[in-house]
């Protein structure tokens, strides 16, 4: 977690929660026409499952709105490529309220790295990352670019994409590509991305109630389980909801998961993280950065397991277990993946009882988007 955000833990015992409603954050209401036309383009390619080779998979087979922006089958730790039997080394993250990630950055304050796209946050923007799938071999496996931008030529909506940017746009390839990932960027930054409409949401602003063991669940949350260090609940400064991530890095100790197809071709595969990034790398910083993964935001976490970068958990509830007892059960839990750089004072001996524990799931529950106090 960042110094500032330990800062403000000591002198927020008696902080007031802030009830002034959803701010619309980085979203305008009333985005420009050419704007609105930006997203919509972008919402056909982001749904278009003929831009794979061969065609079956789009951006939403990893990211459905109906999995909380994350992988519906969660019968894998990680995602199955287009090639069947071909699987990434990461679990999927939720692509909702990405938008909100700053630029990659380094804080020479903090002495932390925040911010970008990825768990190791290579892509320092949306429009960095919406590069990456089309040609990753083991997502949608495109040979080169101009294969993939071929498909979009033939697509129903090329028009659509000259008219945005003019009739010669397919010439140059590169330059369209960039365009592609300019218009997945815009609707990723739509507010059906980032909706603030949980339970948790209707809490805040006096239009739910919670039940007693939701809200022990979030006294715990903000208090003895300390999750807030990582994952603030509270309205950032400029008053948008709790977005559950600060954006920083950390090792937490996870387990290797050896489920995943990456051991079976090397039976030493470690994730190193944040290390492999190359700005990280360029900085000098890699090896103190080894195992270090995003933190994750935790809106609509119900529908996003399995769980961590590896998906070596599957329910939350063994995800909050393996917070409060990583140093008391280390039989239970295993030795983590990079041991050299764990945090060991934020987490692992949190005495929490088992009935703590399932408050702390209660409350992660009332996270999921879509909620309605008048169903
Ligand atoms: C085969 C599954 C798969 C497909 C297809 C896929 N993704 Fe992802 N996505 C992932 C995985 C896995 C990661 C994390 C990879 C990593 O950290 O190295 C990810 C990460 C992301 C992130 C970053 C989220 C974060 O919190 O850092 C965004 C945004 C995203 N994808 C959007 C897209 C878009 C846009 C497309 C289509 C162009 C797409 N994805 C296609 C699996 C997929
Ligand atoms: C020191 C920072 C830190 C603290 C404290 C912390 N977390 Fe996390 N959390 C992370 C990081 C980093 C990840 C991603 C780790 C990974 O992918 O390996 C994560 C991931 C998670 C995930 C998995 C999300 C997903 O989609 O895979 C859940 C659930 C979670 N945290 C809940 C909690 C709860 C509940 C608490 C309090 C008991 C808590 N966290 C305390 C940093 C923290």
Not at 18 to 28: A, D, M
Not at 252 to 275: C, H, Q, S, W
Not at 327 to 334: F, P
Request: hydrophobic letters at 35%; one cysteine or more.
């Amino acid at each position: 977690m960042k110094l500032s955000t330990y800062l403000t833990l000591s002198l927020s015992a008696m902080a007031v929660f802030v009830l002034n409603g959803c701010n619309e954050g980085i979203f305008s209401d009333t985005p420009t026409a050419a704007q609105s036309e930006l997203a919509a383009l972008g919402e056909e390619l982001f749904f278009d499952t003929n831009l794979s080779e061969p065609a079956g998979q789009s951006c939403a087979s990893c990211h459905s709105f109906t999995s909380g922006l994350a992988d519906p089958d969660s019968h894998f730790s990680t995602s199955e490529g287009v090639i069947s039997g071909q699987f990434g080394t990461r679990n999927t993250p939720s692509a909702a309220y990405a938008a909100y990630a700053p630029p990659f950055t380094y804080d020479l304050v903090e002495g932390l790295y925040s911010g970008g796209q990825f768990l190791d946050g290579r892509a320092s923007m949306l429009e960095d990352q919406a590069k990456g799938p089309p040609l990753n071999p083991v997502e949608m496996h495109n040979p080169n670019k101009e294969t993939f931008m071929a498909k979009i030529e033939a697509a129903p909506y090329a028009s659509k994409f000259k008219t945005l940017f003019g009739l010669n746009v397919f010439n140059d390839t590169e330059a369209a590509y960039e365009k592609v990932a300019r218009a997945i960027a815009a609707f990723e930054r739509i507010k059906r991305f980032s909706p603030f409409s949980s339970k948790f949401d209707a809490y805040v602003q006096g239009k739910a109630v919670l039940t007693s063991q939701e809200l022990e669940g979030l006294t715990l949350f903000e208090g003895k389980g300390r999750c807030v260090a990582c994952h603030p609940s509270r309205p950032t400064s400029d008053g948008t909801p709790g977005l559950f991530t600060d954006f920083t890095y950390d090792n937490l100790g996870v387990p290797k998961n050896r489920t995943i197809p990456a051991y079976a071709a090397d039976e030493n595969f470690t994730d190193i993280g944040l290390a492999g990034n190359l700005q990280v790398i360029a900085d000098g910083r890699s090896t103190a950065n080894r195992g270090k993964f995003k933190v994750s935001t935790l809106r609509n976490v119900a529908l996003t397991g399995p769980y961590m970068h590896n998906g070596v958990f599957k329910t939350l509830k063994e995800v909050v277990s393996f917070y409060n007892t990583r140093d008391t059960n280390q039989t239970r839990w295993g030795s983590a993946e990079i041991p050299e750089t764990v945090n060991h004072t934020e987490l692992g001996n949190l005495g929490l009882s088992d009935a703590e524990e399932d408050a702390i799931v209660a409350f992660l529950m009332t996270l999921t988007d879509g909620y309605s106090s008048n169903p």
